[in-house]
DNA sequence: TTCATACATCGGCAATTATCGATGGATTGA
DNA sequence: TCAATCCATCGATAATTGCCGATGTATGAA
């Protein structure tokens, strides 16, 4: 992952209506969750809701399908993951000591 | 973790500079950078990094240390620990199969 | 003490972001 | 066909952010 890709998935997550929304639709995998439903759930207008989800969009974070008249969206784990990895190297290639006890606590917190 | 306190650091995360000198300073560990070499490093003037500064310190990223009449900057790991672990709760709250690839990625990048 | 260095804070300005209501396109059901 | 639903996009406005130069504070050197 490239330093401007992982830039573009901090932003969308840097927000508490795109990091609540993400979330919730990782906990909703892999049914996902129509953009109504989320726009409910933010509490906010459809049409701010709507910018919102296209950073996430954007950033790959979530992935819409057509379905009906409705958008599902879903979440990419992927994308984080690759954040996470992206992350985790700084620490790796700086020391490996310090990415050990990082890797030891994400191990067994599933 | 909680989600504000995550909301902070992927905040302070989300902008070049920033994001720049936190790599910098991950990979400086354990002896860390003045700010003076950070700032020269950030090719911007000495407020404006100081502003940056000041975010990834309120965030926990940074710890300053004072010697003599220069300010010795080192990463807090621990926060970005947390911050990964954060990440990781939510693919594993909601489906474990989804933290599976994550952590295996991650268990041999180091 | 006096001057220079290292860094933080202040004030102002330009650019970006977040929000809304309104509009428009696509799909479904009557 | 016609009306209703679902969602994206447009245009405007208020708030926030990023940047700078200038000023302030503390430390170390002369």
Do not use: W, Y
């Not at 995998?29 to 726009?39: C, N, R």
């Not at 993951?81 to 599933?110: I, N, Q, T, Y």
Request: proline letters at 4%; charged letters at 25%; hydrophobic letters at 40%.
């Amino acid at each position: 992952m490239k330093s401007t890709s992982a830039l573009d998935v901090l932003s969308a997550l840097a927000h508490p209506t795109r990091l609540d929304a993400f979330r919730r639709l990782v906990r909703s995998e892999p049914d996902g969750l129509s953009t109504g439903q989320l726009v409910d759930a933010s509490g906010l207008t459809q049409s701010t809701f709507s910018s919102h989800l296209a950073i996430l969009v954007g950033a790959g974070l979530v992935l819409p399908e057509k379905r009906g008249r409705q958008m599902i969206q879903r979440a990419n784990i992927e994308v984080l993951r690759d954040l996470m990895l992206f992350l985790a190297k700084d620490c790796c290639e700086g020391r490996a000591e310090l990415c050990e006890p990082l890797v030891a606590e994400l191990s067994h917190c599933c």
